[in-house]
C-alpha cells in the first residue's frame, strides 16, 4: 500500500528535491544514506493525512513539515543505532558501522538542525504552533530512548513505566505529525488534541503488536527474526507481565530462562513461549493492543467533520493493526 | 569584566530560572552540570548587545534568544567533547567522562532541541527570522566541527581552508548570536548584515589571537598549557603558515619536529617557536589578527546608529582582543 499510495509518491519527490552540499563529505553524505534507505515514510504521510482531515486542499503547504519529521525520525535513527550499537538498519550497515561514531554523532546533528530547517519553510503564521509541538515531541522522543537505555539496567520495570517508555519513545511523533498537519488545516485546539492522541494511542497499540509478532509472527514476513527479543532478554510487554505474573515453579522456569544457560536459542524460545501461554500474556498482549486501537479509533470518530475525510486514516490504521493486508 | 557586566546578571539570572525536570537523570543532570560550568556567557551576551545597538528597550524580550545561543553553544561543546576524546572542560570532567558517550549523545540532543524551545518563546512576530538565522549557523557549525576533524587527517591544510574553519566552528555563532538581537530589534537587513559582519570578524580574530597566546601567551593568564598546541601537533595558524613558507634547512627542522622523536616538551616548543620566528609567522599572525579586528571595526563604524550605542560593543571587542586588561 504504502509506496503505491499518493502521499507516499508527494512525500518522496518533496524528498528528492532536497538537496545537500557536496562538502563536507562525512557530514552530508551519511544523511543521504539514512534517507536513501527509504522507510515506509509513514511519519510525514500522518502529517499529510492530519491536513486533509481537516479539509486541507493545497498539501504543497504541508511537505516542509511532514520533511521535517521524516528528518527527525531520521536523526534518532542514526543517534539510537550507536547507542545501542546496532550493526544493520533496514538490511543496510548503521551509519556509525558504515562510518564511524563521530561521522554519526556529527551528521545526526546537522539532520536535526535540517528539520528544524523545513520548519523554517512553513506557512510564517503557523510556524509558532509547529514550532512548540515539534519540540515539546521532539523532547519526548530523547526522554523515552533514556528511558528505554535505563530499562536494560533495572531488574524490574512496571507495566505502566514501559508503556510510559513507548509512548515516548515511538508514539509522540506519531501524533505530533498528524497534529502538525492539523495545524495547517486551521483545526481547533480541541481537534488537534484529538488526533494527536489517535496517533499516540495507535502508535502505542502498533510497539504493542510489534512485541507480539516478534514471538508469534510469521517468519516469512516479520522482518526481524522471530524470538529474537527473547533471545536477547529484551523487556518488552510479555516479559513484564510474565515477570509480573509467575510464582512458584513458573517463576522458577522464568528465572532458569533468563540465567545465562547452555540452552540452544529454539529451547530458550520455546519454553519463553510455554510460560507466555501458561500465563496467558499472549492473550493479554492481545487485548491490551485492542483497548488501544480501541481508544485510537473513538478519538479518531469523535472529530467533528464528515466522516469521508476520515476513511484514510481508518484505512492506515487498520493497515497497520494488521487487519487488512 | 564579564561577571560583573548587566547583561551578564540577566543572562544569568534568565539561565537560573530555567527549570529541568528530575527525570530521566541521565538525559537532564548532564545538561544541568554543563550549564553549571559557567562560562563568560559571551554569546548570549552579544545577543543583548546586538538588540541594544539598535535601540532595543526591552531586554526581557531578548532573553530567550540569547538562552537560545547559550543552549546550543554547550550542546556543541557536549558533543565536540565526545567527539575530541577531550578529559577536560573548564577544569571539570567532560560530560562524556562524568558519565558516558550515550549520554553524553542524549543530553546533547536534548539540549539542543532546548535550545529550539527558547526560540519558540521569542515574540511570535520575530520567530521565523530568529528561526532561519539560527538554523543556518547551527549548521554552518556542525559544517565547521566535520572540517576541523577532517583536518587531523589531512597533511597540508591550506590557509584559506583553515580560516573558512574557523569561521564556521566559531565565528559565525558569535555573528548570530548579535543579528538575532538586532532583528528583535527590527534593524534593516543591511543592518542586520553589518553586525553580523562584525561578529564574524571579531571571532576570526579572536580564534586567531587564541592560536597566538597558545604559543606566546602568560602562562600565569592564559587558561591552558602554554605550547599545548605545538605539542599535539594542532593546524594552527601558526604551523600552517610555517608548512607554507618553509624550504631548506627549515624545511627539514619542521619535519623533525613533526616526526615522532625523542625531544623533551621543552625543547619541542623552543625549536618550533624558533622556526616561528625566523619565518616570521608570529608576525604575520599578529598582522592578520589585525586585518580581521579592522574589518570589524569598520563595519561596526558604519552602522548608521548614534556612536553611544556602540560604546559597549567596541569596549567588549577591545577587551576580547585584550586591548584593555
Keep these: 500500500m504504502f509506496e503505491t499510495h499518493p502521499y507516499s509518491t508527494l512525500v518522496s519527490q518533496y524528498l528528492q528535491e532536497r538537496s545537500f552540499p557536496q562538502a563536507p563529505a562525512y557530514l552530508y553524505d551519511p544523511i543521504r544514506y539514512i534517507l536513501s534507505l527509504s522507510g515506509k515514510r509513514i511519519r510525514p504521510m500522518l502529517a499529510l493525512m492530519g491536513a486533509r482531515l481537516f479539509g486541507k486542499e493545497n498539501l504543497q503547504e504541508v511537505l516542509p513539515a511532514s520533511c521535517a519529521i521524516e528528518y527527525f525520525h531520521n536523526f534518532s535513527l542514526i543517534h539510537d543505532d550507536i547507542m ?28 536535526l538542525v535540517k528539520a528544524y530547517e523545513e520548519l523554517a519553510y512553513c506557512p510564517a503564521d503557523k510556524i509558532p504552533a509547529l514550532l512548540r509541538v515539534f519540540n515539546q515531541v521532539a523532547l519526548e522522543v530523547c526522554e523515552g530512548q533514556q528511558l528505554d537505555m535505563d530499562f536494560e539496567n533495572m531488574e524490574i520495570v512496571s507495566e505502566q513505566a514501559y508503556l510510559n517508555m513507548i509512548k515516548l519513545k515511538t508514539s509522540v511523533l506519531l501524533g505530533g505529525a498528524l497534529k502538525m498537519g492539523a495545524i495547517l488545516s486551521d483545526a481547533s485546539e480541541e481537534q488537534q488534541q484529538l488526533i494527536y492522541d489517535f496517533g499516540v494511542n495507535l502508535g502505542i497499540a502498533f510497539q504493542l503488536q510489534d512485541d507480539f509478532l516478534d514471538v508469534y509472527g510469521d517468519p516469512s514476513s516479520f522482518g526481524k527474526q522471530v524470538g529474537g527479543d527473547i533471545l536477547c532478554d529484551k523487556k518488552t510487554i510479555l516479559r513484564i507481565r510474565t515477570q509480573q505474573l509467575a510464582e512458584g515453579e513458573n517463576k522458577e522456569e522464568f528465572q532458569n530462562l533468563l540465567f545465562p544457560n547452555q540452552l540452544s536459542d529454539e529451547e530458550k524460545i520455546a519454553r519463553m513461549k510455554k510460560l507466555y501461554s501458561t500465563l496467558a500474556v499472549d492473550e493479554y498482549t492481545n487485548q491490551l493492543k485492542e483497548e488501544y486501537m480501541q481508544l485510537a479509533y473513538n478519538q479518531l470518530s469523535a ?23
Tied chains: 1, 2.
Design 84 to 111: 545501542d550499537k546496532a550493526p544493520l538498519r533496514r538490511g543496510k550497515p548503521t551509519v556509525h558501522m558504515q562510518w564511524n561514531d563521530n561521522v554519526a554523532i556529527l551528521s545526526g546533528d546537522a539532520l
Design 303 to 325: 472529530i467533528g467533520v464528515p466522516e469521508a475525510n476520515k476513511a484514510e486514516l481508518f484505512a492506515l490504521a487498520d493497515m497497520l493493526m494488521n487487519r487488512v493486508k
